[in-house]
Structures are given as structure tokens and as C-alpha cells.
């Protein structure tokens, strides 16, 4: 059995989609499954929101901010070299500092922001700390974004060249192997029918946003200044991960879905990881709204759809009369005895999906 699952492709090739499907079956079958979404909080090998520090560094920073040392040592992850804190948790272990002098020199050790020089090492460290991590027990995780489309976008944003792209993916693939990973490749044959659908699932609005979040990077220099040169950048992207899957040295399977039939792709990739399809049980979620009023946030759910705090809506896929799949997230929301019901797996970043979150289902005035 694969240890590790990796799903790569363009954005908007449905990895979440296809990491969603591939979650709810093993765990169907039976196995110990951790979906790491592409946006996980916090992430063992990304850096979403993370600030990164050396040792020496993190050192310092406590002795300068005390009042702050207590907590970020209960959420730092240490590794050889470095410490990382994910600094979305930070503001939430002490909110109302979003303005504080700590908080805002903790963002300035932001990861993504690191030239290469940098970011390289503790890129591998980290993946070596989650891979020795890994090796200490049975679980299957599936990972989405993070061995190429992460790297793709870190690698090319700073002007570098594919050689040096790939010698840094190999050195990932190589920690990976004592796991044995499998790599599913999503793609359409056309890079320009992705960035037509991204544009059409997403908004030009919001291509425009990446762009402007994105053009004083290295990769834009001598670029046209407007959303036309993200869409080129798109290609590149395209064109590198073609690359990698091509040099990659693992079990691996590409697939097209522009037809997007979602249930001869998921039906492809279980035969591949030899996986059996379940059906799942005859089980229906209790209609409601649920509320946390300590996060001031709530969701619904109305015949088997789910409406997230973000107006998103989501189908519910039953586990068992009690515990349900959320379609698009690595969680399983849990109901209790008392009305109330968990969210449990691995939480994304926006605050509501907290792993342990627990939302109160609201009375209405006839009881029901």
C-alpha cells in the first residue's frame, strides 16, 4: 500500500474534488487516513502561514517579547534547525493582538516571503520532520498541491529556472520513497481551456487579485503589466509539472478530465492504489442551524447539504448514523447526544473548521 498519496495539477483540476473521493474511501475501507489539504492549519509541509525562525532567532524573539513566549511555545513546532509558528493560530491564542509589536515582527519571518536561499533548507527540513514523523506509524496521507503546484509557484514567482525546480522536488521524492508514494497527475490537454475555467469558476476578479498579489515578484519583470501575464505564468506552470511527472520515479497515473466525469476518474484512481469502492450507508444528517457564538460563526444543513459560515455549500456523505464526510474538507463532523455536533480531522484555515470546534444546534420556539 502507498503511504503517501500525492494529487498535483493545474488550479482548478479538481485535487480537492479528487483528494475529497480518495479520503472518504479508504477511510470507508478501513484505513487510518489523513487528508492534508492544501490549506491545512497548520500545515507539516507547507508554509501557508507560517513564520519560520531559526533557533537563535526564535530564541531571541521570546527573551524580547515574554508576554508573548508562553503561548507561541505551546504552539511552536521545533524542528533540527528551525521553529515554525503558524501565526493565524498565534492571533487566535491571543486575540486582539493582530497589532502588537510581537505579532506584527512574528509576520516578518512569513515563509512564503523567503528568498530561495532560505526557504530551500527549511522546506527540507520540514519535509524530513514530516516524513520521520510519518515512518513512526500506519497512516495514509493524502496530499494535495504540495509537491508541485506549492513548489511550482515558489520557484517560478523568484525568477528561478526548471534545473534548479527540479533538483529540489527530487530531494522531496527522495525523502518520500521509504513511504512509498503514489502520484495522480489531474490535466486538460489544453492549458488554455484551465485558465478558462478558472476564470469562469472563479471570476476574472479574482485572476486579477493573484496578479496584483504576485507582479512585483521576480517572474514578472520584463512582463506585461496586466492579468495576460498570470495566464502565461499559468503555462509555465503547466509546462513544469508536465516536466516533473514525466521525471518523477514513483507509481504514478495522469489523468485528463476535461470531460470532468468525476466517477470513472475517482473509479480509475482506486484501481490504481487498489482500493475497493464502499457505497455508503443509509444515514441522514439532522437538518438545523448550529452555532458557536464564542467564534460567532454558524452553518445549516437542510436535506443533506451543508451551508459552511463562508456561504459555501457542501454535500454531507454519511460514515454512520452519528459521523458524516464534508464535501472538500479533511473533516468528519461528529453529532452528540446533546444537540451539538464536533467538527474532527484536520482543520483548514478559516477559523470555523477548527478541529475540536463544537456548534450548538438552535431551538426553535415550537421545540422542534
Given at each position: ?344 480531522g484536520q482543520q483548514i484555515i478559516p477559523q470555523w473548521s477548527e478541529t475540536g470546534t463544537v456548534y450548538t444546534r438552535e431551538t426553535k420556539q415550537n421545540g422542534e
Amino acid at each position: 500500500m502507498n503511504r503517501i498519496i500525492l494529487l498535483e495539477g493545474l488550479p482548478g483540476t479538481g485535487k480537492t474534488t479528487n483528494s475529497y473521493r480518495l479520503f472518504e474511501q479508504l477511510v470507508r475501507n478501513g484505513r487510518d487516513v489523513r487528508w492534508l489539504h492544501e490549506v491545512s492549519q497548520p500545515h507539516p509541509t507547507l508554509f501557508f502561514s507560517e513564520s519560520c525562525l531559526t533557533k537563535e532567532e526564535y530564541r531571541l524573539f521570546t527573551e524580547k517579547y515574554p508576554e508573548a513566549a508562553g503561548m507561541l511555545g505551546s504552539i511552536a513546532e521545533v524542528r533540527s534547525a528551525t521553529v515554525g509558528i503558524d501565526y493565524l493560530t498565534a492571533a487566535r491564542r491571543m486575540p486582539g493582538q493582530e497589532n502588537a509589536a510581537w505579532y506584527q515582527e512574528l509576520k516578518q519571518y512569513d515563509a512564503m516571503d523567503f528568498p530561495l536561499e532560505r526557504y530551500e533548507p527549511a522546506a527540507l527540513e520540514k519535509w524530513e520532520a514530516f516524513v520521520n514523523a510519518a515512518l513512526r506509524n500506519d497512516t495514509i496521507y493524502i496530499l494535495d498541491g504540495s509537491i508541485f503546484q506549492y513548489q511550482i509557484f515558489t520557484f517560478l514567482l523568484n525568477g528561478a529556472d526548471y534545473r534548479r525546480l527540479a533538483k529540489f522536488v527530487r530531494s522531496i521524492m527522495n525523502m518520500l520513497r521509504p513511504l512509498r508514494p503514489a502520484l495522480i497527475y489531474l490535466y486538460r490537454e489544453k492549458t488554455g481551456d484551465s485558465i478558462a475555467f478558472m476564470e469562469k469558476q472563479r471570476g476574472m476578479k479574482n485572476l486579477e487579485s493573484t496578479w496584483e498579489r504576485d507582479k512585483e515578484r521576480p517572474y514578472y519583470r520584463n512582463k506585461q503589466q496586466d492579468v495576460t501575464a498570470f495566464f502565461d505564468f499559468l503555462k509555465d506552470y503547466a509546462d513544469c509539472a508536465a516536466r516533473l511527472y514525466d521525471e518523477s520515479e514513483c507509481d504514478k497515473l495522469r489523468i485528463e478530465i476535461t470531460a470532468q466525469a468525476w466517477d470513472v476518474y475517482e473509479a480509475k484512481m482506486l484501481h490504481f492504489l487498489g482500493i475497493t469502492h464502499q457505497d455508503a450507508p443509509s444515514c441522514k444528517a439532522k437538518d438545523g442551524t448550529y452555532v458557536n457564538a464564542a467564534i460567532g460563526a454558524s452553518f445549516s444543513i437542510k436535506d443533506g447539504i451543508l451551508t459552511d459560515p463562508e456561504g459555501a455549500k457542501r454535500r454531507l456523505s454519511p460514515k454512520s448514523p452519528t459521523k458524516f464526510f464534508i464535501e472538500g474538507l479533511p473533516e468528519i463532523l461528529c453529532f452528540e447526544e446533546d444537540e451539538s455536533v464536533k467538527l474532527c480531522g484536520q482543520q483548514i484555515i478559516p477559523q470555523w473548521s477548527e478541529t475540536g470546534t463544537v456548534y450548538t444546534r438552535e431551538t426553535k420556539q415550537n421545540g422542534e
